[in-house]
């Protein structure tokens, strides 16, 4: 388990931007957090989908983003369209997908993933709900335990999302 830790711990670290808030004060103990709360199951399906859909967009679309306002305290990765410059230059880019570890004990094991560009919800989940809308569609959360069918379902979805379009 402690390599797969290591591996989220510095996919987490690496992609941190200076000048968003995940990188700054009381937030830096949030990674390790995320990553001691998570099953070794959560851990694998969170590098699985990381290194998938960083096949489909390059590092320079990808941030650290922490969902201090949910339930879960989700700390991970965002995935964007067009490549983040500053937090100034990224007002109107748009987040196509987000997976997050929850850094709340309760919320062990689960994987916390946010959709956009998709007019119905694009993957099966027992906890999933529209939060807000992006590009004129809902964004879905759900929140799962990382089965098989789950991951691949997380990463199909990116594919099929109108804002990778």
């Known amino acids: 388990m402690q390599r797969e830790q290591q591996?989220?711990?510095d996919i987490l670290l690496d992609n941190i931007r200076d000048d968003y808030a995940e990188g700054k004060g009381d937030k830096g103990a949030l990674p390790r957090q995320a990553v001691d709360n998570a099953s070794v199951e959560s851990l694998r399906a969170?590098?699985?989908?990381?290194e998938e859909?960083?096949?489909l967009v390059g590092p320079s679309h990808i941030r650290t983003r922490y969902t201090h306002g949910t339930a879960t305290g989700g700390y991970g990765v965002s995935y964007y369209r067009d490549p983040i410059i500053t937090k100034a230059t990224n007002r109107t880019n748009l987040e196509i997908q987000a997976i997050c570890l929850p850094t709340k004990p309760k919320w062990r094991g689960?994987?916390?993933?946010?959709?956009?560009?998709?007019a119905q919800a694009p993957v099966e989940s027992t906890d999933i709900?529209?939060?807000g809308r992006r590009a004129g569609q809902p964004v879905y959360r759900?929140?799962?335990?990382?089965t098989?069918?789950?991951?691949?379902?997380t990463i199909d979805a990116f594919g099929?999302?109108?804002i990778l379009s």
Do not use: C, K
Request: proline share 5%.
């Open 148 to 153: 098989p069918q789950f991951v691949s379902q």
């Open 110 to 118: 689960v994987l916390e993933v946010y959709f956009s560009g998709h």
């Open 160 to 162: 099929r999302s109108s």
């Open 46 to 50: 969170f590098v699985e989908i990381h």
């Open 53 to 55: 859909l960083s096949r």
């Open 7 to 9: 591996v989220v711990l």
């Open 129 to 131: 709900e529209t939060v």
């Open 142 to 146: 759900a929140r799962n335990v990382p």
